[in-house]
């Protein structure tokens, strides 16, 4: 079946520690996402990215950082320098990095960090 | 900038009863719409879109919502609920040409009383 899949699906850290959150698709789609989610805010891009070797900052990227290699996979690394960590994360894929094209989603990340 | 409102974070209604879930979005240009649900701790599903193609949309599990331009809205209902309708809803906006982000709305959680 196609679809994303994140990993894990809950995870604790301790403060000051770096963590990295994986996503993959194997839908062939070219744009990919990640976004936080806390209650009652919405969701909020952290960033995105429409091709390989590329991406762009979204709304709340300070303390996030990503990497793009290869098409079917986006890691979103959670640094120490992100001040409220706790959070769910959710990625996203698109068929291409157009307006017009919905986004799929992954079934998300929980991140607690103590 | 684009911007989506969802008047009411909490909407209740009776199993049967009509469902009606509000959203309007701020666009300077033609915007494509989305509407999502979201199961607790599970990642978003596309209900419909909206991509200028027809004002009312049909989407899944029997929801539709109607563009209306002079009202900068894009409304969902469903003519009966039921209780595996429980779910928090998103709108989401994309107008940028070129550009496939997401702005979405805080979003509206739906509960269905028997």
């Known amino acids: 079946d196609g679809g994303i899949t994140q990993s894990p699906k809950y995870l604790f850290r301790k403060e000051g520690q770096n963590v990295t959150l994986s996503c993959e698709q194997n839908?062939?789609?070219?744009?990919m996402y990640w976004y936080r989610q806390d209650p009652g805010q919405g969701l909020r891009l952290i960033y995105y990215?429409?091709?390989?070797?590329?991406?762009q900052k979204g709304d709340i990227a300070e303390g996030y950082s990503v990497s793009r290699e290869k098409k079917e996979s986006f890691p979103l690394t959670v640094t120490s320098a992100q001040k409220n960590p706790t959070a769910f994360y959710l990625c996203?894929?698109?068929?291409?990095?157009?307006?017009?094209?919905?986004?799929?989603f992954g079934p998300g990340t929980r991140l607690t960090v103590t | 900038a684009q911007s989506v409102t969802q008047l009411g974070s909490h909407v209740s209604v009776s199993e049967g009863a009509l469902v009606l879930l509000r959203c309007n979005y701020s666009?300077?240009?033609?915007?494509?719409l989305f509407w999502y649900v979201q199961y607790p701790n599970q990642g978003l599903q596309l209900l419909l879109k909206?991509?200028?193609?027809?004002?009312l949309v049909k989407g899944i599990n029997g929801f539709e919502a109607e563009f209306k331009k002079s009202e900068t809205s894009f409304h969902l209902t469903k003519p009966s609920a039921h209780m595996s309708d429980a779910a928090e809803y998103f709108c989401?906006?994309?107008?940028?040409?070129?550009?496939?982000?997401?702005?979405f709305g805080k979003g509206t959680m739906l509960l269905v009383s028997p």
């Open positions: 996203a894929s698109s068929i291409k990095g157009e307006s017009s094209y919905e986004q799929y």
């Open positions: 839908l062939n789609h070219d744009a």
């Open positions: 990215s429409q091709i390989v070797n590329d991406f």
């Open positions: 666009s300077s240009v033609p915007p494509y």
């Open positions: 909206y991509t200028s193609a027809a004002t």
């Open positions: 989401a906006v994309s107008d940028r040409p070129g550009y496939s982000t997401l702005t």
